[in-house]
């Protein structure tokens, strides 16, 4: 979320978000967590067995009366996919961006798609709306970018996964517009 608020959103006050996640080499993750904890960063909670390969316990420190909670993660794919997406599986370099004058880092466009259309498909509790917008609104912002060719071949999920996503943005608005 915080990546898609500045290279996706015309604004990042667009993309709400409840948690920044860092996605690290494996090696490096407990490293990370120690850094946080150097900036003033805790954990609040249990480690969850489930998500153990999956991300470290979230850290959190209040900064200016907002409450910042980090998840260092090993594996940017949640535990119950059969696929990952760690820094040595990635298909390509990372795109880099500005935030504040400081150069910050976000999966490149084809590992970006196929981590949101998992993301989204994998939440069997809800399907929240901004994950759409995510999944459709990066796809349009980059196809011109994007390189489908490999992602037909590496991951045709992302495709059937799009087609279903636009039809779901589709029935938003009409049932937008038709109730405005």
């Known amino acids: 979320g915080a990546a898609l608020a500045h290279v996706l ?16 080499e ?6 990370a967590q120690s850094v946080l904890a150097s900036l003033g960063f805790a954990s609040h909670a249990a480690a969850d067995p489930a998500d153990e390969h999956h991300h470290l316990r ?7 009366n907002l409450v910042v ?21 990635l298909s390509g370099p990372p795109q880099t961006f500005q935030v504040q004058g400081r150069l910050a880092r976000a ?5 970006m798609l196929h981590h949101l259309c998992r993301h989204v498909s994998g939440c069997t509790i809800r399907l929240r709306l901004v994950w759409v917008a995510d999944v459709v609104g990066y796809a349009a912002r980059y196809r011109d970018v994007i390189p489908w060719d490999e992602l037909r ?12 996503l ?4 589709l029935q938003v608005m009409a049932r937008t517009r038709r109730d405005a």
């Open 107 to 111: 999966l490149g466009h084809a590992d």
């Open 166 to 169: 636009h039809l779901v943005e």
């Open 153 to 164: 071949e590496r991951w045709p999920f992302v495709l059937n996964a799009l087609s279903l």
């Open 58 to 64: 979230a850290m959190t420190k209040v900064c200016e």
């Open 26 to 31: 494996p090696r490096a993750a407990a490293r």
């Open 9 to 24: 959103y015309p604004s990042t006050g667009l993309r709400p978000l409840g948690d920044l996640d860092l996605l690290v």
């Open 69 to 89: 909670r980090i998840e260092v993660h090993r594996d940017a794919l949640s535990p119950d996919s059969r696929r990952t997406l760690s820094m040595r599986r």
